[in-house]
């Protein structure tokens, strides 16, 4: 499926084709929520890298937290001029590419199930949604993103 998004004052779009465009997975790990999740979490989509095109390249900036004193192997783009974080990238999977389901333009499947990541940096003020499809995890799941998508039959050929 290919998926099309932008920042928001449009400086910057993209496109990207993913098989797992299901925004089912919310992070609340503290560079997630700080750098873009407004509800105290992120919402990453997987994609494959080799698709990755992108117009205003040039707005891109790029973020690299440091962990225990060294960069990140994450990296997150950003529009330079609006300040949208755009997607994730990290070099232990080249050939992946995690655009925030936030920026995406093109209409995505409404998810039925949810994970929820990485609750051990959750704040305290922020209330995990309810309900009975939801998986909760205290840091990141073995599971990976294929699997979860191909086990709830949402894998896009």
Same mark, same amino acid.
């Given at each position: 499926?290919?998926?099309?998004?932008?920042?928001?004052?449009?400086?910057?779009?993209?496109?990207?084709?993913?098989? #797992? =465009?299901?925004?089912?997975? &919310?992070?609340? $790990? @503290?560079? %997630?929520?700080?750098?873009?999740? /407004?509800?105290?979490?992120?919402?990453?989509?997987?994609?494959?890298?080799?698709?990755?095109?992108?117009?205003?390249?040039?707005?891109?900036?790029?973020?690299?937290?440091?962990?225990?004193? #060294? =960069?990140?192997?994450?990296? &997150?783009?950003? $529009? @330079?001029? %609006?300040?949208?974080?755009?997607? /994730?990238?990290?070099?232990?999977?080249?050939?992946?590419?995690?655009?925030?389901?936030?920026?995406?333009?093109?209409?995505?499947?409404?998810?039925?199930?949810?994970?929820?990541?990485?609750?051990?940096?959750?704040?305290?003020?922020?209330?995990?949604?309810?309900?009975?499809?939801?998986?909760?995890?205290?840091?990141?799941?073995?599971?990976?993103?294929?699997?979860?998508?191909?086990?709830?039959?949402?894998?896009?050929?």
């Amino acid at each position: 499926m290919e998926l099309r998004g932008s920042c928001h004052c449009g400086a910057v779009g993209f496109t990207v084709e993913s098989k #797992a =465009p299901q925004p089912y997975q &919310r992070c609340y $790990c @503290s560079i %997630c929520r700080k750098a873009g999740g /407004a509800g105290g979490f992120a919402i990453n989509i997987l994609a494959d890298n080799r698709t990755l095109e992108v117009s205003g390249r040039d707005k891109v900036s790029e973020y690299r937290a440091m962990i225990n004193g #060294a =960069p990140s192997k994450h990296r &997150r783009y950003f $529009c @330079s001029r %609006c300040g949208s974080h755009l997607w /994730a990238w990290n070099e232990s999977w080249p050939d992946l590419v995690h655009p925030l389901a936030s920026v995406i333009d093109t209409p995505l499947p409404k998810p039925d199930d949810f994970v929820d990541i990485m609750l051990d940096s959750a704040v305290p003020w922020v209330s995990l949604h309810d309900g009975d499809n939801v998986e909760r995890f205290p840091e990141y799941p073995d599971q990976s993103i294929e699997d979860w998508h191909k086990r709830h039959g949402v894998w896009v050929e």
